[in-house]
């Protein structure tokens, strides 16, 4: 089976630097993701870690350590628009398997 | 943006009665995907699909099924809603060629309540 968890909420500044982690235990691992989704609408592919290190995308970049079952996910110059729920997915098989998600507010 | 649709993007309906929701995608993928998202539990999947005809259970595939006769369309049916079947649905579809990530892009989802 699959385990997955992330921080419920986290607030941050506009302009300021957040990072939403993401632990993992999984009896099968092919691959993690992180989905941006706003309130009401699909989530939206952001990035894709398969080995371990950094994946860079812009504002966003991910890290994945998978002897440690871990993932961040770093959002840089925080914008208004960057508020919304941030998933983490692990790949196993054919399925991804996704945590509850981390709900991102950036204040002024 | 993918190409995927779903229909109806609403809906409200008796518990009791039966309920298909429909996925349809323009970009011939392979795979197609039925997840529910319900608060405190995230995304779970229902059932998936990777070719006409061949389906596979997922998490929570109980009081739910599945169909798909064509590439480009796959259903999903509640045989009997039940008010605990009330949630968002979205679909999704990846493309599984060997040098794919097997991304997964989700249509815009249905809210369903059954009363």
């Known amino acids: 089976g699959q385990n997955i968890d992330q921080p419920t909420e986290m607030t941050a500044t506009e302009g300021a630097i957040v990072q939403i982690n993401c632990t993992y235990q999984?009896?099968?691992?092919?691959?993690l993701f992180w989905y941006q989704q706003h309130a009401g609408e699909a989530p939206t592919f952001l990035s894709y870690n398969v080995l371990d290190g950094l994946e860079e995308k812009g504002r966003f970049s991910s890290f994945l350590s998978r002897s440690k079952g871990y993932s961040y996910l770093l959002l840089k110059e925080l914008q208004m628009k960057d508020s919304a729920s941030y998933l983490c997915a692990v790949r196993a098989g054919n399925m991804l398997t996704f945590g509850g998600g981390t709900r991102l507010m950036v204040k002024p | 943006d993918a190409g995927i649709t779903q229909s109806p993007r609403h809906k409200v309906t008796e518990t009791g009665t039966p309920v298909t929701l429909r996925c349809h995608q323009t970009?011939?993928?392979?795979?197609m995907y039925w997840y529910r998202q319900d608060p405190g539990h995230g995304l779970r999947l229902i059932h998936y699909s990777y070719g006409v005809k061949d389906t596979d259970k997922g998490e929570v595939s109980d009081g739910y099924s599945v169909s798909r006769s064509k590439t480009e369309d796959f259903l999903l049916t509640l045989e009997s809603a039940t008010s605990s079947q009330t949630s968002v649905y979205f679909c999704a579809i990846s493309d599984r060629g060997s040098t794919s990530t097997d991304t997964q892009y989700f249509g815009p989802g249905t809210r369903l309540t059954v009363l």
């Open positions: 999984t009896s099968g691992f092919n691959g």
């Open positions: 970009e011939n993928h392979r795979y």
